[in-house]
């Protein structure tokens, strides 16, 4: 089984299944390797440790996002800029990726270390996202209130998601979030 390819794509496979039937904690490198028909070796010439099977590509959604705030319209106020980034991210929630990122959810949501691992993640982005604000003109703490605001927009509409039934809809998801937010913030 070793030569057959798409040896990460197995080994993401072997990872989510092992997670799921046994639980993040009682999964191990070796576990995951066995699975998947290749050796320790080569599980770690593609992940740092078994936490990565869950994270690698997070720098590409922080990218698109980053890419799409400081693509905006030089116009744009905050939130707007900030709604161009959500928007680009929905290319990356599609009904295909659906069941996959419902598993991962579940898997973080069952261990605080990789609980605290999605915190930093989403702590980086709203980072990186208040920077783009700032080179933007956007001064403080409008640029950070801006981009935790967005974060906790992703945060809601990508739960929301995981649980539906309708796939498809992460745009209309983050779009009713965002919606949201300003209705509470135009509220007295």
Excluded at 43 to 59: C, H, M, P, Q, T
Excluded at 129 to 136: S, V
């Amino acid at each position: 089984m070793r030569w057959l390819p798409d040896a990460m794509g197995r080994l993401q496979a072997a990872a989510l299944e092992l997670f799921l039937e046994r639980g993040y904690e009682a999964t191990t490198v070796a576990d995951i390797a066995e699975r998947a028909g290749l050796t320790k070796r080569t599980f770690f010439r593609y992940f740092a440790d078994k936490r990565e099977v869950l994270f690698i590509g997070s720098e590409r959604l922080v990218e698109a996002f980053v890419a799409a705030v400081t693509q905006a319209p030089a116009e744009a106020p905050p939130l707007a800029a900030m709604e161009a980034g959500l928007h680009a991210l929905g290319d990356s929630f599609t009904a295909e990726r659906h069941r996959f990122a419902a598993e991962r959810a579940a898997i973080i949501a069952s261990s605080p270390e990789l609980q605290e691992r999605e915190l930093i993640k989403l702590a980086a982005m709203a980072a990186a996202a208040a920077a783009a604000l700032r080179a933007r003109g956007v001064g403080e703490p409008a640029a950070t209130l801006a981009a935790d605001a967005a974060i906790t927009v992703f945060r809601v509409a990508f739960s929301r998601w995981v649980a539906d039934d309708r796939p498809e809809g992460f745009r209309a998801l983050t779009r009713e979030s965002l919606d949201t937010l300003r209705m509470l913030a135009a509220a007295p």
